[in-house]
């Protein structure tokens, strides 16, 4: 496997299922990040971690919970999400400079709950 | 704050001819970098090119080109010889630069480029 991967690609669930996203990154990056992306807005940052630490959590429902076991590894566990949750949600990983670090995104995985 | 403005929501171009997507921002950051990518109808999102605010010439990748202008904070992506491929969401984004630990990345609206035959 090379660059950014996520597993499911796509995921149709219960509003009272409970559920995880996986993604994993073969980069050798330090720093990891969860976005959400509806329809027709911008896509929205929802959680950052550097070096295995929450940096960020964009004030994001707590029906969503990051877990970053490691650098390579990020995980985002769903419960008793709502329809409106409904969206592309895709993962990113960079190598922490200093500088304008550049983020390379997986395939996303697209959730449908009904 | 950080903002993105896109304000083309789409283009349409024939294949061959060169296009010019409008990106524009806003920052109080002293030094940022503005980003393009490429959205295919798959879902990943394609890094294509990067432009430092400090960068004495504009970037340049393959068919991809930046436009950056700093005095009027525009950073257009040039794409030359369009491809049927081309054929994608494109979204501007900035980042602030010199600050420790990972940036956030703020991203446009997004433009929606179809290249026709």
């Known amino acids: 496997e090379t660059g950014v991967t996520q597993t499911p690609r796509h995921l149709v669930m219960g509003m009272t299922n409970k559920k995880s996203l996986k993604c994993e990154q073969h980069?050798?990056?330090?720093?990891m990040y969860w976005y959400k992306q509806s329809a027709k807005k911008p896509l929205e940052l929802m959680f950052v971690?550097?070096?295995?630490?929450?940096?960020e959590n964009n004030s994001v429902p707590s029906r969503f919970s990051p877990e970053c076991p490691n650098s390579s590894h990020l995980f985002l566990h769903l419960h008793t999400l709502q329809p409106e949750d409904s969206a592309l949600y895709l993962c990113?990983?960079?190598?922490?400079?200093?500088?304008?670090?550049?983020?390379?995104f997986g395939p996303g995985t697209r959730l449908t709950v009904l | 704050a950080q903002k993105i403005t896109q304000t083309q929501p789409g283009m349409f171009v024939q294949e061959k001819e060169a296009v010019t997507l409008d990106c524009t921002y806003d920052?109080?950051?002293?030094?940022?970098?503005l980003f393009w990518y490429k959205q295919p109808s798959s879902g990943e999102m394609i890094f294509l090119i990067y432009?430092?605010?400090?960068?004495?010439q504009n970037a340049t990748e393959g068919r991809y080109s930046l436009n950056f202008q700093k005095a009027r904070k525009s950073a257009n992506l040039v794409i030359s010889a369009s491809q049927l491929g081309d054929s994608a969401m494109y979204f501007c984004?900035?980042?602030?630069?010199?600050?420790?630990?990972?940036?956030?990345?703020?991203f446009g609206q997004g433009t929606r480029l179809t290249i026709n035959p």
């Open positions: 990113a990983s960079s190598l922490v400079t200093g500088g304008a670090d550049t983020q390379y």
């Open positions: 980069l050798g990056h330090n720093a």
């Open positions: 432009q430092g605010s400090y960068d004495q």
């Open positions: 920052t109080s950051d002293p030094s940022y970098g």
């Open positions: 971690y550097n070096f295995k630490e929450q940096t």
């Open positions: 984004a900035m980042s602030p630069r010199g600050i420790q630990g990972a940036q956030k990345l703020v």
